[in-house]
């Protein structure tokens, strides 16, 4: 299963609705569904685990779990 990497302004564990260029993109164009995998990085270092638990017009609900330090390939 692919897990789909996502830039959010803030990374928080708990549900929080991803809209606008991602919410679309990943409703419209990857057509995730329930229940898929996904990685939250606000690109300032920290990154949480995550899954899609609902998609709503242009844009879905994430549940995310608990941020941690991101890490980089060599």
């Known amino acids: 299963m692919r897990?789909?990497?996502v830039r959010v302004e803030h990374v928080a564990a708990g549900?929080?609705?991803l809209g606008g260029d991602g919410g679309?993109?990943?409703a419209h164009v990857l057509r995730v569904r329930?229940?898929?995998e996904v990685v939250a990085f606000d690109g300032r270092g920290s990154e949480a685990p995550g899954r899609v638990?609902?998609?709503?017009g242009d844009?879905?609900?994430l549940e995310l779990?608990?941020?941690t330090a991101a890490t980089t390939e060599p």
Do not use: S
């Open 59 to 61: 844009g879905v609900w």
């Open 24 to 26: 679309h993109h990943l």
């Open 34 to 36: 329930p229940g898929a």
């Open 3 to 5: 897990v789909h990497r």
């Open 53 to 56: 638990v609902e998609v709503d």
């Open 65 to 67: 779990g608990e941020p």
């Open 15 to 17: 549900r929080r609705r």
